[in-house]
């Protein structure tokens, strides 16, 4: 299978305290504006097409989220990748252990795997009509 990561499509983790005053914090000491909806959007274009746009988010979780579950940590990464469906047969041939089902969405394709820590890895594909795809060749 060709390249199967693209990309860090975002970083999560629960806040351990309020989340609330956490993201104030990063938006008075880092100048990082959070959106209530997408968390911090870093915005950037492909180096061989400046056309091709894409974002990454960071974005703090309430303490109580079971997003990131079954995770034994407080943190997830997301990772871009190109063909999500092809990945995850890949995968599972190499006995990665799945995270529950994947999920499709208008804004892409997710799925969920953990790593041997114990850490849940997010993949998502953006869809082709977002202009930041995870087919976009960022090399």
Do not use: C
């Not at 407080?74 to 990945?87: A, C, Q, S, Y």
């Not at 890895?121 to 995870?134: H, R, T, V």
Request: charge should be negative; proline fraction near 4%; glycine fraction near 10%.
């Amino acid at each position: 299978m060709e390249k199967r990561v693209t990309g860090i499509g975002g970083i999560f983790f629960k806040a351990k305290s309020d989340n609330k005053k956490l993201q104030e914090w990063y938006s008075k000491h880092l100048g990082l504006k959070n959106d209530p909806v997408n968390g911090i959007l870093f915005q950037w274009s492909s180096p061989n097409d400046p056309t091709k746009k894409g974002e990454t988010v960071f974005s703090i979780f309430d303490k109580e989220t079971t997003y990131i579950n079954p995770g034994k940590n407080e943190f997830m990464i997301n990772f871009r990748v190109k063909d999500l469906e092809k990945l995850l047969i890949v995968l599972k041939e190499e006995g990665v252990e799945l995270a529950g089902e994947m999920e499709v969405y208008d804004y892409g394709k997710f799925a969920w795997i953990m790593d041997p820590d114990g850490n849940k890895i997010e993949l998502w594909e953006a869809p082709e009509s977002s202009g930041f795809s995870g087919a976009m060749d960022m090399e």
